[in-house]
């Protein structure tokens, strides 16, 4: 008998799977239902889908909400495609209607999957630009300095006196690595 393994996910903790499993729930109820946490733009540390894919037979069907809950580049999604073919199964994306079962679902299932890599990669160059226009402004990126040059220069002072790396990181409220670095400076 073949059994349909519905598939949510989402990004960061923050977010909810909520709408995917509702939507996923109301087409298939009896189905095992299954959901994660990690990123989308790689296949690797998701063993909810891994675990998914192990356990697929001849007949079975993997079911997503959208497809970008599955895969954001043409490498996953056909890896995930090939897997499931392998083993006479199927994958169905909801949102979408398409149904890999069928040689339209393959083709179509395919553009969409250029389209997302597609939206992936639009959506780093914008970030990157970004990145470099703040960087052109002379902003500050990263985390700000646990220490200002004028404790830094404190610390310097002490160690060279004699201070200890833990007295240090206990005086100033930093871990004894940050010490370590202030004197490899």
Same mark, same amino acid.
């Given at each position: 008998?073949?059994?349909?393994?519905?598939?949510?996910?989402?990004?960061?903790?923050?977010?909810?799977?909520?709408?995917?499993?509702?939507?996923?729930?109301?087409?298939?109820?009896?189905?095992?239902?299954?959901?994660?946490?990690?990123?989308?733009?790689?296949?690797?540390?998701?063993?909810?889908?891994?675990?998914?894919?192990?356990?697929?037979?001849?007949?079975?069907?993997?079911?997503?909400? *959208? %497809?970008?809950?599955?895969? !954001?580049?043409?490498h996953d999604l056909s890896?995930?495609?090939? +897997?499931?073919? $392998?083993?006479? @199964?199927?994958?169905?994306?909801?949102?979408?209607?398409?149904?890999?079962?069928?040689?339209?679902?393959?083709?179509?299932?395919?553009?969409?999957?250029?389209?997302?890599?597609?939206?992936?990669?639009?959506?780093?160059?914008?970030?990157?630009?970004?990145i470099a226009a703040a960087?052109?402004?002379?902003?500050?990126?990263?985390?700000?300095? *646990? %220490?200002?040059?004028?404790? !830094?220069?404190?610390?310097?002072?002490?160690?060279?006196?004699? +201070?200890?790396? $833990?007295?240090? @990181?206990r005086d100033y409220g930093?871990?004894?690595?940050?010490?370590?670095?202030?004197?490899?400076?």
């Amino acid at each position: 008998m073949a059994t349909i393994f519905c598939y949510s996910r989402v990004s960061t903790l923050d977010q909810d799977t909520t709408m995917q499993e509702e939507a996923l729930k109301a087409s298939y109820p009896d189905a095992v239902h299954r959901s994660e946490t990690g990123s989308g733009t790689t296949t690797k540390g998701r063993e909810v889908l891994a675990l998914l894919l192990d356990m697929m037979h001849q007949g079975d069907k993997l079911v997503v909400w *959208k %497809l970008d809950r599955l895969a !954001r580049n043409m490498h996953d999604l056909s890896t995930i495609v090939e +897997a499931l073919e $392998s083993k006479g @199964a199927s994958l169905e994306i909801l949102d979408q209607r398409i149904d890999t079962s069928t040689a339209a679902g393959k083709a179509f299932l395919q553009m969409l999957g250029v389209f997302a890599e597609f939206e992936t990669n639009l959506r780093k160059e914008r970030q990157l630009a970004g990145i470099a226009a703040a960087k052109a402004k002379g902003k500050h990126l990263g985390r700000a300095p *646990k %220490l200002t040059g004028v404790q !830094r220069k404190e610390i310097m002072a002490a160690r060279a006196a004699g +201070a200890t790396p $833990s007295q240090l @990181a206990r005086d100033y409220g930093v871990s004894r690595a940050t010490i370590y670095n202030v004197v490899a400076d």
